[in-house]
């Protein structure tokens, strides 16, 4: 059988964020600086989404032929697969239709978060939508194939060991690169956990369950290891919801990825209250340059009436600050836009942002997604029902103190004011450029990681961190065995 998977890039999405649902890029608004900043969001190829290259992997083992088609005509084939994002479902709704009326008797499979939560949305279209993990389709695709014009729910995958690791042939790979994490390319995208326990009422990423669930470390670290050698990644961003949440597999998988055959570079998404110091010191070691965390509003309020767990902001200075001094880059962030805002409270979270100094400070407007609480919360203060706008850089609600377009002028401003600043480049330049500034040690230095590879320089004053928290271990680690261990509690310092 032929499949082939669509895609498209149309609206600056990128469709792996927003637990699927898709993000957009900064529009670049505020002058030539903000068009300077967009500029920068828009300079990577970001890989495509991760079900897609799971997808790939698993159609070929079943024994069908794959092709990737981004944005042009799909061609012929026995099975086309859509994994449409929230912002370009009206898009792929219209290739779909188009596609079958050219050929009525193609079967379309609809995947994804999309799918799964407005399954409505693909009424009278003739084509079959899997709710749940799209990865299931490798044990029940003759299943949803026997279901023509039918909504499958297939659930999640208990033992996510199960699946082969991701093909990212048919994508360019060579391709890929994420600026902001990493200055080795290509990067791949890996995962060792999904879902979160956490009860953010406002986030996507709880909607299919609320829970985690772990591969096995030594699984993780042969995908990478087989994506070094197929496809020359140098740098992998891990899409764990969640990172770390279970601090002694965090140990286990930083063990493996410091015995890789060369040093990469990775990043990962977190909680700040889940990086204790002597958690970043070993991750560190073996290669991560850059940890994203949302931070959101320094108002505990407003995080507390939306469900999220507030960390005490001194907490917060001290984790970026540490991360700064130890060579790691913070990506933070912060949004505006809740529906009782004003312009006194978005300025307060833009001088939070200046003071908790982030390498990146990510101002997202406040959306509300299909599926989770907030949305049913606020759905009678949602002015915007054109989910092409919902890509947290656009206002599509009623606010009780402010205009959208107010809201739109103050988000301009967070960006600018932010970035424009002398203190910002002085605080962040040794790792915005590592290498000009000279962080790089020469292959003559004596100093090298454990695997005999160079390592970054560290900044003055870590060593004194070091000796004081015992960041250096001389006791040979010890390989993880298969079983792989769980903790239903975040580990936090308390």
């Known amino acids: 059988m032929q499949v082939v998977l669509?895609?498209?890039?149309?609206?600056?999405?990128?469709?792996?964020?927003?637990?699927?649902?898709g993000v957009g890029q900064y529009p670049g608004h505020g002058g030539l600086r903000g068009r300077?900043?967009?500029?920068?969001?828009?300079?990577?190829?970001?890989?495509?989404?991760?079900?897609?290259?799971?997808?790939?992997?698993?159609?070929?083992?079943?024994?069908?032929?794959?092709?990737?088609?981004?944005?042009?005509?799909?061609?012929?084939?026995?099975?086309?697969?859509?994994?449409?994002?929230?912002?370009?479902?009206?898009?792929?709704?219209?290739?779909?239709?188009?596609?079958?009326?050219?050929n009525p008797t193609a079967r379309?499979?609809?995947?994804?978060?999309?799918?799964?939560?407005?399954p409505e949305a693909f009424d009278g279209l003739g084509v079959t939508v899997?709710?749940?993990?799209?990865?299931?389709?490798?044990?029940?695709?003759?299943?949803?194939?026997a279901r023509p014009s039918a909504v499958v729910q297939l659930g999640t995958i208990e033992d996510l060991d199960r699946l082969p690791f991701p093909d990212w042939s048919p994508f360019g790979p060579k391709k890929f690169r994420i600026g902001y994490d990493f200055?080795?390319?290509?990067?791949?995208?890996?995962?060792?956990?999904?879902?979160?326990?956490?009860?953010?009422?406002?986030?996507?990423?709880?909607?299919?369950?609320?829970?985690?669930?772990?591969?096995n470390p030594e699984a993780v670290a042969d995908e990478m290891r087989q994506?070094?050698?197929?496809?020359?990644?140098?740098?992998?961003?891990?899409?764990?919801?969640?990172?770390?949440?279970?601090?002694?597999?965090?140990f286990q998988l930083a063990d493996l990825i410091g015995r890789l055959p060369h040093r990469i570079q990775f990043s990962i998404e977190t909680r700040v209250d889940l990086m204790r110091p002597e958690v970043l010191r070993v991750l560190k070691r073996v290669g991560l340059t850059s940890i994203t965390v949302g931070i959101e509003t320094p108002d505990s309020e407003t995080l507390r009436r939306y469900h999220r767990a507030p960390i005490k902001d001194d907490r917060q200075r001290s984790f970026v600050a540490l991360c700064r001094d130890m060579g790691i880059?913070?990506?933070?962030?912060?949004?505006?836009?809740?529906?009782?805002?004003?312009?006194?409270?978005?300025?307060g979270v833009l001088q939070y942002a200046k003071s908790v100094g982030p390498t990146y400070a990510n101002f997202n407007i406040v959306t509300p997604y299909p599926g989770t609480e907030f949305f049913e919360e606020v759905r009678q203060q949602i002015a915007d029902f054109d989910y092409s706008h919902y890509t947290?850089?656009?206002?599509?609600?009623?606010?009780?103190?402010?205009?959208?377009?107010?809201?739109?002028?103050?988000?301009?401003?967070?960006?600018?004011?932010?970035?424009?600043?002398?203190?910002?480049?002085?605080?962040?330049?040794?790792?915005?450029?590592?290498?000009?500034?000279g962080w790089w040690q020469s292959p003559a230095d004596p100093a090298k990681s454990e695997s005999g590879h160079d390592t970054p320089r560290a900044p003055a004053g870590l060593d004194i961190l070091q000796s004081k928290q015992g960041l250096r271990s001389d006791k040979p680690h010890t390989r993880p065995g298969n079983a792989v261990p769980r903790s239903d509690q975040p580990a936090s310092d308390g």
């Open 227 to 250: 994506g070094m050698r197929q496809w020359g990644f140098r740098s992998f961003k891990f899409r764990d919801p969640l990172f770390g949440l279970n601090r002694k597999y965090v």
């Open 130 to 145: 899997v709710k749940g993990e799209p990865e299931q389709l490798l044990w029940k695709l003759d299943e949803v194939l």
């Open 392 to 437: 947290v850089y656009t206002p599509v609600m009623k606010y009780e103190n402010l205009t959208a377009e107010q809201v739109q002028q103050w988000h301009a401003k967070c960006f600018t004011q932010y970035y424009f600043r002398w203190k910002y480049l002085r605080g962040n330049a040794h790792l915005l450029w590592p290498r000009l500034a």
């Open 6 to 21: 669509w895609d498209t890039r149309k609206l600056d999405v990128s469709k792996d964020f927003a637990g699927g649902f």
């Open 329 to 347: 880059r913070t990506v933070a962030g912060f949004m505006i836009g809740f529906p009782g805002d004003t312009e006194q409270s978005i300025r």
């Open 36 to 102: 300077m900043i967009r500029g920068f969001y828009t300079r990577d190829r970001r890989p495509v989404a991760l079900n897609f290259a799971y997808l790939a992997a698993i159609f070929r083992q079943l024994g069908h032929e794959v092709r990737y088609v981004e944005d042009r005509a799909p061609g012929t084939a026995d099975l086309y697969v859509f994994c449409p994002s929230l912002i370009t479902l009206a898009l792929e709704r219209k290739i779909m239709a188009g596609l079958l009326a050219e």
């Open 108 to 118: 379309i499979l609809v995947t994804g978060l999309a799918a799964s939560v407005m």
């Open 183 to 215: 200055w080795k390319f290509p990067t791949g995208l890996v995962q060792s956990s999904r879902g979160c326990t956490f009860k953010c009422n406002y986030c996507p990423y709880i909607i299919l369950e609320n829970a985690t669930r772990f591969r």
